[in-house]
């Protein structure tokens, strides 16, 4: 059995987060009505004229300077010729000879080692519509309200080696542009998917093997595994003397194989030619650099500044970054009460409520529980006003009420009693209640001590002050 090296090169879509389509004025909003969204442009009616949206060419290139591109100032719109029952101008409009990004890269990290991954070019193009297979109906529906939404065409190069690799690359990207903004990010709804093209060559060959192109993987889990599966296929094919064939595969996630579905296509029968209705998309030098600054801090930089604020590790430090909304929030937080302790709130209590109530991390906007809240819980536990359990115990509280934490903690009486008078009667107490502890405790077993501390923390329901509770100890068992 020879051994083989697998070969990896991604195309990602990304649905540009623009109010309206790229051609024409309808919107782009997803999830309405079937064929409400639909004019001349976007159903392909013959003489209807599209006018680009500039927004979407602002947002495209956002990200191709996010991936370290170089932008072409003048790039060009092409016909892809293609026939679809959800495409029904017969073409789509994308780009070709001229693309609006070429020669990017992207840095990823995968156990802890940095690689660099090419990106070839990043195109803009409109998507098409839906076709919709009612079943028991025998019949099929088309739905427009898709049809001609932006989206960019990020290609890289072959450079990933791995299935682990490729989910680094598209994580990385991800995060990248719904940091940018310009992506909703809903997979689901499939504003960011992706083709994965797989082969193998000889370990130790350059010369690249003979490649399958994978379609419909709706999530980072699916990409891995349907890569995992499909290497593994190649590599029997190949075992057995066999030529892998090159073709487009679906993946199916129940099966968890890739199946064919068709031969390939190259792109000399989509016949692209430069679309006549559309003039050649132009981007000013000032306008440019203008898009160059707005450039906001990515994800990368943003767990290295976090790391440095907080002396957290790296992993962790992630977790806070997921989301562009998430990581604003600790910040905010971090700004009023200590970065360190505010990250570890949010790391425990923060994430727990939020898996127990199924609260995304992305929407920590809509949360009732603000920024302040959580500075000042940490700062009243410094302070010694509640202790950290107490912290723990209410947090799902104050994280569904948005209340603040130092006039709910008074409301309930749940402050710590600091004063030592008033400590005293339940020190006094416990002692009387165990004697035989208590002289245990005065014949040398001094461990004795946390037993009494548990006694008093449970009839001041764990609002005693732990500092204080053992100093009046000391002095009373003396
Ligand atoms: P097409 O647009 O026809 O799918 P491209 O030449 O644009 O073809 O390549 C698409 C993707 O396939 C790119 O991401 C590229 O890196 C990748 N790719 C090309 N050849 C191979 C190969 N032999 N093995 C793995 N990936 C490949
Ligand atoms: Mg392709
Ligand atoms: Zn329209």
Request: glycine content about 6%.
């Amino acid at each position: 059995m020879a051994a083989y090296e697998a070969v990896i090169g991604l195309e990602v879509h990304v649905q540009l987060a623009t109010a309206s389509k790229l051609f024409c004025s309808c919107s782009a909003t997803f999830g309405q009505a079937p064929n409400t969204n639909v004019c001349e442009v976007c159903a392909g009616m013959p003489g209807a004229l599209p006018q680009p949206n500039r927004q979407a060419v602002h947002y495209a290139a956002l990200v191709g300077l996010a991936v370290n591109c170089a932008i072409n100032r003048r790039s060009v719109f092409a016909r892809k010729n293609y026939f679809y029952p959800d495409l029904p101008a017969g073409y789509q409009i994308s780009q070709f000879d001229l693309p609006l990004c070429e020669h990017g890269y992207l840095d990823i990290e995968t156990d802890g080692k940095s690689k660099r991954v090419g990106i070839t070019r990043i195109h803009m193009e409109n998507d098409a519509g839906k076709n919709i297979h009612a079943q028991g109906e025998n019949a099929s529906y088309v739905d427009l309200n898709r049809a001609g939404t932006p989206l960019v065409e990020i290609v890289s190069e072959p450079d990933m080696r791995s299935a682990v690799e490729a989910v680094a690359y598209l994580k990385t990207l991800y995060g990248i542009v719904t940091y940018l903004g310009v992506c909703d990010g809903n997979m689901e709804e499939g504003s960011f998917r992706c083709d994965a093209n797989v082969s193998l060559r000889p370990a130790g060959s350059a010369a690249l093997g003979t490649r399958t192109e994978l379609k419909n993987l709706n999530s980072f889990r699916n990409v891995q595994r349907a890569i995992e599966y499909e290497i593994g296929r190649q590599q029997d094919v190949l075992d057995d003397g066999e030529k892998v064939v090159q073709e487009t595969r679906l993946y199916d996630a129940v099966k968890n194989i890739t199946a064919s579905m068709r031969s390939k296509e190259e792109a000399h029968d989509y016949r692209y030619f430069p679309d006549p209705d559309l003039l050649p998309v132009e981007i000013g030098a000032e306008e440019l650099e203008r898009w160059r600054a707005e450039l906001p801090e990515l994800p990368r930089e943003r767990v290295r500044r976090f790391v440095r604020m907080t002396a957290l590790p790296e992993p962790e430090a992630e977790v806070l970054v997921q989301s562009r909304a998430l990581a604003d929030f600790f910040e905010a937080a971090a700004q009023q009460a200590d970065a360190r302790k505010v990250a570890n709130m949010m790391l425990g209590p923060l994430l727990r409520e939020c898996n127990a109530r199924n609260a995304s991390l992305a929407e920590c906007a809509r949360w009732p529980m603000r920024p302040a809240a959580l500075a000042e819980l940490v700062r009243i536990v410094d302070q010694g006003l509640i202790s950290a359990k107490i912290a723990n115990d209410i947090f799902g509280e104050l994280f569904e009420s948005g209340a603040m934490p130092e006039a709910y903690v008074r409301e309930k009486g749940l402050a710590q009693i600091s004063d030592s008078s008033a400590l005293e009667a339940a020190v006094d107490a416990v002692l009387v209640d165990n004697p035989a502890e208590v002289a245990a405790y005065k014949g040398g077993k001094t461990k004795l001590i946390s037993f009494f501390v548990g006694q008093i923390m449970r009839a001041t329901r764990g609002k005693a002050n732990p500092a204080l509770v053992n100093e009046l100890l000391k002095k009373k068992l003396q």
